[in-house]
């Protein structure tokens, strides 16, 4: 299973990136050639989801060494720090860039020259775009099976928040892979979108997925779960997770917590749905993880529309933590952890 | 006590409505000259706000009987049933619809014309503006002697929904005329102003509201509420009602109960302020209470600009209900509703 949502391609060596800005009335591709296109692209949010700003890090090495195939090990190292600082705060470009460093130091101090490891750099982007790609379905059956066994079986109305799909993940979404999986498993009856203020990532870029994909959805307003929980009209819930501590405390797009904490009131299950990766065991739970402040006016304008009065101010936490109880489960490509403790999630993680 | 912002006039025997849809950047007043004017107002919403829309209403009557002096009593109530269906879900309008299609029966059947119950109904209508005033204004002391016997004695972070304050009321708010009266008595360290998606009342008018009172204010998203409570950020909350059941569960503006259930979880305490003409006691519970489903574009658009994809649709309900175990207390004038039980409720409206 691939989505049909392709968000960045590799073709006669140039990366191509879907401009995820003008999303959903606009599909343009984006053309990067080297390491400086590929900074731009990530700062400029062409490109956003911590899988695919990973993955675009990963081609940007690639094009750095197609471009500088007699560059020194030092030049190297430096355009590669270069291109880290182009989203300071995601912690998957800090990550690849940091193991494309070890590895090519490794490399160009055995070899004394690049020779060759432009390909092997090739094989490993697409490498680890296959890996994400099993583990997300993985994780998709993972659902279906704990769905199976708790619901009525009957197609289903599934809510997520936020943009968990091919769109931040590269070949197949998270929480929104899970629903693609359900989908083509005939478990779909409806998906609620949480439009996702303030950026907007559900009614843009959700829903444009879910366009692509041909299922069923219904755009709601972050308010809205208490009246469709409420009156029994949510069967399960799925989100994602940008960290979780060991306790099981997740951080994700801010409403989420908020929620959960609706879901559990209803008892309508909820989902995180998360690799492995994005598990931070150095941490014991959600008060130890920074939430970013975004600028107020993301949310004091719309489209470049003031909405607020002049003289009003905004306060914009991007993030929020769902507590580990009021978390149904946590899917990661190794199963199912439920119920949510630090005993649960260590023996999943570890096994 | 009276608000700077003044949203509804009658002058020369005209009606003037200050466009609520275009505020907070343009301030524009609507004419209304006939009862038809008066319904497209009140459905497109040029004035909101229960209480508002009762006033309106009521000049709405005032202006038929102006235009039809010699209309039968069938006509009188047939154009004032078109009248009250403008909008479903405010009891206001149908209460003083109600009271204006008794009256000008009694009258007329009395009388035989409609002689002097023109000026009877503009007196009416200013009586009934004294009348709120006075009775917010109990309300909002009401709320300032329960806040000082409950919280610490400082200036206090206090939290608001949708927009409540004299644009929703005419001569002063409910909720936001609480939040006034506290920030006269300098109990108002800041209001977090939930920004009231999809039609913006709280990022639009209350944030306008709170500019022109001088008080300090941020707006944030609704999906925030677990953010801003889990960290005590939050010390209480008052929305208003568009309609309280007899057990006491109470239909706001959506997003109302999500944040109840928020506040019950975090305990902070959350309150709903409305006079006891928003009380429908021939209801027993919020699952009586017919809820508005709104226009999908108000989701999908913004400021007349697509957001969603041109495939996707959404789902608008205008309001929800708070459960009465969501909510620490009611606020009428004629006092405080705590614990919210059927018993306590009718105590106090039947004193």
Chains 1, 2 share one sequence.
């Not at 580990?324 to 023996?347: F, M, Q, W």
């Amino acid at each position: 299973m691939k989505s049909d949502v392709t968000p960045l391609k590799w073709d006669n060596e140039t990366l191509y990136l879907l401009d995820q800005r003008i999303l959903p009335h606009q599909e343009e591709w984006v053309t990067v050639t080297n390491v400086e296109e590929c900074f731009h692209a990530i700062r400029d949010m062409v490109v956003r989801g911590a899988p695919l700003i990973g993955f675009t890090a990963i081609w940007g090495v690639v094009l750095y060494l197609k471009n500088n195939s007699n560059a020194s090990l030092d030049s190297y190292i430096e355009r590669l720090n270069y291109l880290r600082t182009a989203r300071p705060t995601a912690v998957n470009l800090e990550f690849e860039i940091d193991k494309a460093i070890i590895r090519g130091s490794e490399f160009h101090k055995m070899n004394g020259n690049w020779n060759g490891f432009y390909d092997e750099m090739v094989q490993f982007a697409k490498d680890q775009m296959t890996k994400l790609l099993e583990d997300n379905l993985a994780m998709a059956k993972t659902a279906l099976d704990e769905l199976n066994g708790r619901l009525e079986d009957r197609p289903w109305n599934v809510m997520t928040i936020c943009n968990t799909g091919a769109l931040a993940c590269g070949p197949m979404g998270t929480a929104l892979g899970v629903i693609e999986y359900l989908g083509e498993n005939k478990k779909i009856e409806k998906v609620w979108v949480s439009e996702t203020r303030p950026y907007m990532q559900g009614i843009r870029l959700t829903a444009y997925e879910l366009v692509k994909l041909g299922l069923p959805h219904d755009i709601v307003v972050e308010g809205a779960s208490n009246y469709l929980m409420g009156r029994n009209m949510v069967d399960a819930i799925f989100t994602g997770a940008d960290r979780i501590a060991s306790n099981g405390d997740s951080a994700n797009k801010i409403g989420t917590g908020t929620l959960s904490i609706i879901a559990k009131y209803f008892n309508v299950p909820f989902y995180v749905v998360a690799p492995t990766s994005s598990f931070d065991l150095n941490i014991n739970s959600g008060d130890e993880i920074d939430i970013e402040l975004r600028d107020p006016n993301e949310i004091l304008s719309v489209q470049g529309i003031r909405i607020a009065p002049n003289e009003s101010t905004a306060f914009n936490p991007s993030f929020d933590v769902a507590l580990a109880e009021n978390i149904t489960g946590i899917i990661c490509e190794k199963g199912l952890i439920s119920p949510v403790t630090k005993e649960n999630l260590l023996r999943v993680v570890n096994q």
